[in-house]
Protein backbone atom coordinates (compact mmCIF):
# COMPACT_ATOMS: atom_id res chain seq x y z
CA UNK A 1 0.00 0.00 0.00
CA UNK A 2 1.35 3.34 -0.95
CA UNK A 3 0.68 5.90 1.16
CA UNK A 4 0.96 9.80 1.42
CA UNK A 5 2.39 12.30 3.83
CA UNK A 6 2.13 15.89 4.28
CA UNK A 7 4.25 17.59 6.74
CA UNK A 8 2.86 21.42 8.12
CA UNK A 9 5.15 24.09 8.95
CA UNK A 10 4.08 26.86 10.89
CA UNK A 11 7.80 28.51 11.67
CA UNK A 12 6.64 31.26 9.44
CA UNK A 13 3.31 32.21 10.51
CA UNK A 14 4.01 32.74 14.11
CA UNK A 15 5.57 36.23 15.42
CA UNK A 16 7.96 35.06 17.66
CA UNK A 17 8.66 36.89 21.13
CA UNK A 18 11.63 38.90 20.07
CA UNK A 19 9.72 41.14 17.50
CA UNK A 20 12.31 43.64 16.83
CA UNK A 21 12.50 44.56 12.59
CA UNK A 22 15.92 43.29 10.83
CA UNK A 23 16.56 46.01 7.98
CA UNK A 24 17.58 44.04 5.05
CA UNK A 25 19.60 46.13 2.74
CA UNK A 26 19.80 43.76 -0.92
CA UNK A 27 22.59 44.48 -3.37
CA UNK A 28 21.49 43.82 -6.57
CA UNK A 29 17.75 44.37 -8.39
CA UNK A 30 17.18 41.40 -10.74
CA UNK A 31 15.59 38.26 -10.82
CA UNK A 32 16.92 36.56 -7.47
CA UNK A 33 16.06 39.81 -5.54
CA UNK A 34 12.94 39.90 -6.54
CA UNK A 35 12.07 36.12 -5.37
CA UNK A 36 14.12 37.15 -2.26
CA UNK A 37 11.58 40.40 -1.68
CA UNK A 38 8.64 38.43 -2.75
CA UNK A 39 9.29 35.53 0.34
CA UNK A 40 9.63 38.30 3.08
CA UNK A 41 6.63 39.93 1.62
CA UNK A 42 4.29 36.72 2.27
CA UNK A 43 6.42 36.32 5.40
CA UNK A 44 4.55 39.12 6.63
CA UNK A 45 1.52 38.52 5.02
CA UNK A 46 1.82 35.19 6.95
CA UNK A 47 2.40 37.71 10.57
CA UNK A 48 6.38 37.04 10.49
CA UNK A 49 7.38 41.02 10.01
CA UNK A 50 11.11 40.71 11.11
CA UNK A 51 12.71 40.64 8.20
CA UNK A 52 12.10 44.47 6.55
CA UNK A 53 12.61 45.07 2.95
CA UNK A 54 14.52 48.34 3.83
CA UNK A 55 17.11 49.46 1.22
CA UNK A 56 18.02 47.87 -2.46
CA UNK A 57 20.98 49.03 -4.40
CA UNK A 58 21.47 48.97 -7.57
CA UNK A 59 24.07 49.94 -10.37
CA UNK A 60 21.66 52.86 -11.04
CA UNK A 61 19.22 54.81 -9.31
CA UNK A 62 16.20 54.84 -11.35
CA UNK A 63 16.57 50.81 -11.38
CA UNK A 64 17.12 50.65 -7.45
CA UNK A 65 13.92 53.62 -7.50
CA UNK A 66 12.03 51.45 -9.70
CA UNK A 67 12.65 47.99 -7.68
CA UNK A 68 12.06 49.91 -4.14
CA UNK A 69 8.84 51.50 -5.40
CA UNK A 70 7.78 47.82 -6.88
CA UNK A 71 8.61 45.68 -3.44
CA UNK A 72 7.66 48.15 -0.89
CA UNK A 73 11.97 49.14 0.24
CA UNK A 74 11.76 52.27 1.99
CA UNK A 75 15.52 53.68 0.35
CA UNK A 76 16.82 53.15 -2.95
CA UNK A 77 20.52 53.53 -3.57
CA UNK A 78 22.49 54.53 -6.80
CA UNK A 79 25.70 52.63 -5.42
CA UNK A 80 26.64 49.63 -3.42
CA UNK A 81 28.98 52.09 -1.50
CA UNK A 82 25.72 54.22 -0.17
CA UNK A 83 24.06 50.96 1.10
CA UNK A 84 26.91 49.76 2.75
CA UNK A 85 26.81 53.13 4.86
CA UNK A 86 23.47 53.13 5.98
CA UNK A 87 24.14 52.70 9.33
CA UNK A 88 20.37 51.37 10.08
CA UNK A 89 20.87 48.22 7.56
CA UNK A 90 21.04 44.71 9.72
CA UNK A 91 21.99 42.69 6.59
CA UNK A 92 22.64 42.54 3.29
CA UNK A 93 21.51 40.14 0.50
CA UNK A 94 24.03 39.89 -2.20
CA UNK A 95 22.55 38.90 -5.37
CA UNK A 96 24.47 40.05 -8.19
CA UNK A 97 26.95 37.85 -10.94
CA UNK A 98 28.64 35.06 -9.22
CA UNK A 99 31.95 37.31 -10.39
CA UNK A 100 31.08 39.81 -8.40
CA UNK A 101 30.26 38.29 -4.88
CA UNK A 102 33.91 38.38 -3.61
CA UNK A 103 34.61 42.23 -4.10
CA UNK A 104 30.84 42.66 -2.89
CA UNK A 105 30.72 40.57 -0.01
CA UNK A 106 34.20 42.49 0.37
CA UNK A 107 32.92 45.80 0.61
CA UNK A 108 30.12 44.55 2.84
CA UNK A 109 32.45 42.92 5.85
CA UNK A 110 35.01 46.03 5.45
CA UNK A 111 31.78 48.20 6.55
CA UNK A 112 30.63 46.01 9.05
CA UNK A 113 27.88 44.79 7.56
CA UNK A 114 26.16 41.27 7.90
CA UNK A 115 26.23 38.76 4.76
CA UNK A 116 23.63 36.72 2.78
CA UNK A 117 25.12 35.85 -0.62
CA UNK A 118 23.76 33.67 -3.12
CA UNK A 119 25.30 30.56 -4.43
CA UNK A 120 27.83 30.22 -5.46
CA UNK A 121 29.29 31.81 -2.55
CA UNK A 122 32.16 32.98 -5.06
CA UNK A 123 33.95 32.22 -7.83
CA UNK A 124 36.79 29.97 -6.12
CA UNK A 125 37.40 28.55 -3.05
CA UNK A 126 40.47 31.05 -2.40
CA UNK A 127 37.73 34.08 -2.47
CA UNK A 128 35.64 31.84 -0.26
CA UNK A 129 38.39 31.96 2.53
CA UNK A 130 39.41 35.27 2.78
CA UNK A 131 35.87 36.26 2.76
CA UNK A 132 35.25 33.68 5.80
CA UNK A 133 38.88 35.22 7.19
CA UNK A 134 37.45 38.72 7.06
CA UNK A 135 34.27 37.64 8.59
CA UNK A 136 35.61 35.92 11.66
CA UNK A 137 38.23 38.52 11.97
CA UNK A 138 35.84 41.11 12.43
CA UNK A 139 33.58 38.97 14.24
CA UNK A 140 30.42 39.56 11.25
CA UNK A 141 27.77 37.12 10.45
CA UNK A 142 27.84 35.43 7.00
CA UNK A 143 26.05 32.71 5.67
CA UNK A 144 25.64 31.51 1.77
CA UNK A 145 22.20 31.44 0.56
CA UNK A 146 21.63 27.54 -0.89
CA UNK A 147 18.25 27.35 -0.21
CA UNK A 148 18.37 23.25 -0.49
CA UNK A 149 20.33 23.50 2.59
CA UNK A 150 17.68 25.34 4.67
CA UNK A 151 14.95 23.97 3.63
CA UNK A 152 12.92 21.47 5.81
CA UNK A 153 12.93 18.36 3.02
CA UNK A 154 16.84 17.86 4.17
CA UNK A 155 16.02 17.04 7.36
CA UNK A 156 13.09 14.96 5.95
CA UNK A 157 15.84 12.81 3.97
CA UNK A 158 18.26 12.81 6.60
CA UNK A 159 15.79 11.40 8.85
CA UNK A 160 14.12 8.42 5.81
CA UNK A 161 18.10 7.59 5.07
CA UNK A 162 18.52 7.45 8.99
CA UNK A 163 15.50 5.34 9.89
CA UNK A 164 16.99 2.36 7.62
CA UNK A 165 14.30 1.92 5.74
CA UNK A 166 16.08 1.70 2.63
CA UNK A 167 19.35 0.31 4.33
CA UNK A 168 22.62 1.56 3.83
CA UNK A 169 23.63 4.00 1.13
CA UNK A 170 26.40 3.17 -1.35
CA UNK A 171 24.64 5.17 -4.22
CA UNK A 172 23.53 8.78 -5.39
CA UNK A 173 22.80 10.12 -8.14
CA UNK A 174 21.62 13.46 -8.82
CA UNK A 175 20.90 15.90 -12.03
CA UNK A 176 19.69 19.31 -12.84
CA UNK A 177 19.17 20.53 -16.10
CA UNK A 178 17.66 24.08 -17.85
CA UNK A 179 18.31 25.57 -21.11
CA UNK A 180 19.65 29.05 -20.14
CA UNK A 181 23.00 28.73 -21.88
CA UNK A 182 22.46 31.97 -23.96
CA UNK A 183 21.73 34.00 -20.95
CA UNK A 184 25.39 36.38 -20.03
CA UNK A 185 25.58 35.24 -16.42
CA UNK A 186 25.94 31.40 -18.48
CA UNK A 187 28.17 31.98 -21.58
CA UNK A 188 30.48 35.11 -20.63
CA UNK A 189 33.92 33.80 -18.82
CA UNK A 190 33.98 37.50 -16.67
CA UNK A 191 30.69 36.66 -14.75
CA UNK A 192 32.05 33.30 -13.73
CA UNK A 193 29.72 32.00 -16.31
CA UNK A 194 29.01 28.27 -16.84
CA UNK A 195 26.81 25.30 -15.47
CA UNK A 196 28.41 24.60 -12.80
CA UNK A 197 28.37 27.39 -10.55
CA UNK A 198 24.52 28.04 -11.38
CA UNK A 199 23.51 24.63 -12.11
CA UNK A 200 25.51 21.93 -10.74
CA UNK A 201 26.38 23.65 -7.46
CA UNK A 202 22.64 21.92 -6.41
CA UNK A 203 23.06 18.50 -7.22
CA UNK A 204 26.86 18.80 -5.78
CA UNK A 205 25.28 20.41 -2.54
CA UNK A 206 22.48 17.46 -2.57
CA UNK A 207 24.91 14.23 -3.01
CA UNK A 208 27.63 16.53 -0.10
CA UNK A 209 24.29 16.06 2.00
CA UNK A 210 23.82 12.45 1.71
CA UNK A 211 27.21 11.24 1.34
CA UNK A 212 29.85 14.04 2.74
CA UNK A 213 32.77 14.96 1.37
CA UNK A 214 34.33 12.79 -1.43
CA UNK A 215 38.05 11.73 -2.00
CA UNK A 216 38.28 11.36 -5.35
CA UNK A 217 36.70 13.53 -8.04
CA UNK A 218 36.60 13.09 -11.67
CA UNK A 219 34.79 15.12 -14.00
CA UNK A 220 34.00 15.83 -18.28
CA UNK A 221 32.30 18.20 -19.53
CA UNK A 222 31.34 20.41 -22.98
CA UNK A 223 32.64 23.82 -23.35
CA UNK A 224 30.71 26.94 -25.30
CA UNK A 225 33.00 28.99 -27.78
CA UNK A 226 34.14 31.20 -24.48
CA UNK A 227 35.81 28.44 -22.84
CA UNK A 228 32.64 27.77 -20.20
CA UNK A 229 30.93 24.66 -19.09
CA UNK A 230 27.55 23.94 -21.24
CA UNK A 231 27.28 20.52 -19.74
CA UNK A 232 29.18 18.47 -16.96
CA UNK A 233 29.29 14.67 -15.67
CA UNK A 234 30.58 14.35 -12.48
CA UNK A 235 31.76 11.20 -10.50
CA UNK A 236 32.57 11.07 -6.12
CA UNK A 237 34.56 8.68 -5.28
CA UNK A 238 34.47 8.05 -1.51
CA UNK A 239 37.14 6.16 0.73
CA UNK A 240 34.43 3.46 1.85
CA UNK A 241 33.58 2.24 -1.69
CA UNK A 242 29.87 4.47 -2.13
CA UNK A 243 29.73 6.77 -5.05
CA UNK A 244 27.60 9.21 -6.44
CA UNK A 245 27.24 10.36 -10.32
CA UNK A 246 26.29 14.34 -10.84
CA UNK A 247 24.76 15.73 -14.45
CA UNK A 248 24.42 18.99 -15.00
CA UNK A 249 23.49 21.05 -17.57
CA UNK A 250 22.57 24.49 -19.28
CA UNK A 251 21.58 23.44 -22.81
CA UNK A 252 18.55 21.27 -21.83
CA UNK A 253 15.99 20.66 -19.28
CA UNK A 254 16.10 17.43 -17.30
CA UNK A 255 14.07 15.69 -14.91
CA UNK A 256 16.55 17.36 -12.07
CA UNK A 257 15.18 14.56 -10.02
CA UNK A 258 17.89 13.03 -6.81
CA UNK A 259 18.17 9.24 -6.36
CA UNK A 260 19.56 7.57 -2.98
CA UNK A 261 20.50 3.88 -3.20
CA UNK A 262 20.30 1.78 -0.53
CA UNK A 263 20.49 -2.18 0.13
CA UNK A 264 16.89 -2.48 0.61
CA UNK A 265 14.94 0.30 -1.46
CA UNK A 266 15.79 3.78 -2.96
CA UNK A 267 14.51 6.69 -2.60
CA UNK A 268 13.73 9.26 -5.67
CA UNK A 269 13.95 13.40 -4.45
CA UNK A 270 11.48 15.07 -6.73
CA UNK A 271 13.44 18.49 -7.66
CA UNK A 272 16.59 18.89 -5.73
CA UNK A 273 16.79 22.49 -6.86
CA UNK A 274 13.35 22.89 -5.01
CA UNK A 275 12.55 19.69 -3.61
CA UNK A 276 8.77 18.47 -3.79
CA UNK A 277 8.91 15.63 -1.97
CA UNK A 278 10.40 11.65 -1.70
CA UNK A 279 8.90 8.51 -3.01
CA UNK A 280 10.48 5.41 -1.34
CA UNK A 281 10.71 2.18 -3.00
CA UNK A 282 11.31 -0.95 -1.56
CA UNK A 283 14.22 -3.76 -2.93
CA UNK A 284 12.09 -4.96 -5.84
CA UNK A 285 11.10 -1.12 -6.87
CA UNK A 286 7.82 -1.24 -5.41
CA UNK A 287 6.26 2.39 -4.26
CA UNK A 288 5.83 2.19 -0.58
CA UNK A 289 5.73 5.64 0.75
CA UNK A 290 5.56 9.22 -0.52
CA UNK A 291 6.35 12.30 1.57
CA UNK A 292 4.96 15.53 0.33
CA UNK A 293 7.37 18.69 0.98
CA UNK A 294 5.94 20.73 4.23
CA UNK A 295 3.69 23.81 2.75
CA UNK A 296 5.87 26.61 2.13
CA UNK A 297 5.57 30.19 1.35
CA UNK A 298 8.50 30.60 -1.62
CA UNK A 299 11.09 28.30 0.02
CA UNK A 300 13.24 31.31 0.68
CA UNK A 301 11.64 31.95 3.80
CA UNK A 302 13.75 29.92 5.60
CA UNK A 303 17.00 30.91 5.00
CA UNK A 304 15.95 34.42 6.14
CA UNK A 305 14.71 33.21 9.60
CA UNK A 306 17.61 31.06 10.52
CA UNK A 307 19.97 34.48 9.54
CA UNK A 308 17.72 36.54 12.20
CA UNK A 309 17.66 33.46 14.29
CA UNK A 310 21.44 33.08 14.34
CA UNK A 311 22.20 37.01 14.21
CA UNK A 312 19.65 37.74 17.86
CA UNK A 313 21.73 34.62 18.89
CA UNK A 314 25.00 36.38 18.28
CA UNK A 315 26.59 33.30 15.80
CA UNK A 316 28.65 34.63 13.17
CA UNK A 317 27.08 31.74 10.82
CA UNK A 318 24.50 29.42 9.69
CA UNK A 319 24.07 26.06 11.05
CA UNK A 320 22.48 24.56 8.02
CA UNK A 321 25.30 25.70 5.62
CA UNK A 322 28.59 25.98 8.01
CA UNK A 323 31.03 28.13 6.37
CA UNK A 324 33.69 25.20 6.76
CA UNK A 325 31.37 23.59 4.31
CA UNK A 326 30.50 26.22 1.47
CA UNK A 327 34.34 26.45 1.65
CA UNK A 328 34.67 23.12 0.92
CA UNK A 329 32.05 22.78 -2.18
CA UNK A 330 34.00 25.37 -3.36
CA UNK A 331 36.84 23.46 -3.20
CA UNK A 332 35.14 20.62 -4.63
CA UNK A 333 33.94 23.08 -8.15
CA UNK A 334 37.52 24.32 -8.51
CA UNK A 335 38.52 20.71 -9.15
CA UNK A 336 36.12 19.94 -11.46
CA UNK A 337 36.77 23.24 -13.31
CA UNK A 338 40.66 22.28 -13.28
CA UNK A 339 39.38 19.34 -15.03
CA UNK A 340 37.22 20.85 -17.36
CA UNK A 341 39.62 23.26 -18.35
CA UNK A 342 37.13 26.21 -17.18
CA UNK A 343 38.79 29.39 -15.77
CA UNK A 344 37.86 33.00 -15.24
CA UNK A 345 39.82 36.09 -16.86
CA UNK A 346 39.78 37.61 -13.01
CA UNK A 347 41.03 34.63 -11.63
CA UNK A 348 44.77 36.57 -10.74
CA UNK A 349 46.66 37.23 -7.60
CA UNK A 350 44.32 37.49 -4.81
CA UNK A 351 41.72 36.36 -6.45
CA UNK A 352 43.18 32.71 -7.66
CA UNK A 353 42.19 29.48 -7.53
CA UNK A 354 45.18 28.52 -5.03
Not at 92 to 119: Q, R
Not at 195 to 211: K, Q, R, S, T
Request: proline share 3%; aromatic share 8%; with cysteine.
Amino acid sequence: MVYFEGVMNFAVTVVTERAVAMKIGFIGAGWMSEMMSQAIIKMHEAGNTKPELYAVAARSLDRAKAFAERFGFEKAYGSYQELVGDPLVDLIYIAVPHSHHYETGKLCLESGKAVLCEKAFTANANEARQLVSLAKEKGIFLAEAIWTRYQPMRRILNETIESGVIGDVHLVYANLGKAISHKDRIRLPELAGGALLDIGVYPINFVEMVLGTPSEITATGTLNALGMDMNDCIHFRYADGKQAMIAASVTQCTDSNGMVYGTKGFIRVLNVNNPEGLEIYDKDGKLIKCISAPEKLTGYEYEIEECIRMMEDSKLESESMPLSETIQVMETMDEIRRQLGVSYPFETGDRSMK
